[in-house]
């Protein structure tokens, strides 16, 4: 188990560099632009998409580009220099220098929540490891949020399944409007005769054991026959329960350790 958590947390840390321009993806409202013409650097020109999808050019004045791919508005600003009689056959270049109308919202238990750009294909641990990680709150599930044509949906990815299962399938690809959130960690309470009573992380699969290690142990006049779990059934009502060490912890236990009377 703690070798796949480390696995886990290691693709979702992963350092993101800067990203190669996809061809595809469409400009929009927001985005920056860089605009340069080969062998004519005073028309060189960065600015950004209108709301209304278009940007300003010298020579040829106002160019609608929203909805167009890079190579499509490159085209289309050579073809206007060209018939304008500006420029023959100019070699335009446009490089997207801030994404701002394709991204995506990471939320939760992130180390760096945000909007974060889906500019070209871009998976769920991608967008993760841009927003620098689950921290340590993070539980091993997330919920993506999609919207499709009109139409809200909602799926929960294991990450631990996801990492275990080595299935790129299951690595979803985001689109714009997508929204990943990274869900608490459940959690169990210790406290009695431990060492260290508190309240702390539930493991999957944790075991009345392995909680009382994570407790710090036995005080000296604690006693493993003294264990109990507190716990409220589906009506709400706390129950007391004495329990094994191989019993399952489920979410918001109360584990007690009596002190000995011997």
Known sequence: MKKIRQAMLAILMVTVGS???????????????KITVFGNSDLTVETRVSEAGSISFPLVGEVKVGGLSSNQAEKKIADLLDKGG????????????????????????????????VDGKRSL???????????????????????????????????????RSGDPSKNRELVTGDQVFVERAPRFYIYGEVQKPGSYKLERN???LQALSTGGGLSPRGTERGVRIK?????GVLQIMSVKHDDLLKPD????VKESLF
Do not use: C
Request: charge should be negative; hydrophobic fraction near 45%; proline fraction near 4%.
């Open 19 to 33: 990203w190669v321009q996809a061809a595809d993806v469409p400009l929009g409202a927001g985005d920056v632009v």
């Open 86 to 117: 500006f420029i023959r056959n100019p070699q335009v270049n446009l490089m997207v220098t801030e994404m701002q109308s394709q991204q995506v919202s990471v939320l939760g238990q992130v180390n760096k929540p945000g909007r974060y750009p």
């Open 125 to 163: 641990t991608d967008v993760l490891a841009m927003a620098g990680g689950a921290n340590e709150e993070a539980a091993d599930t997330v919920i993506l949020t999609h919207t499709r044509d009109g139409k809200t949906s909602k799926e929960t990815i294991d990450l631990l399944e996801l990492v």
């Open 206 to 208: 944790m075991m009345v």
């Open 231 to 235: 716990r409220r059934d589906a009506n």
């Open 253 to 256: 236990d109360i584990v007690y």
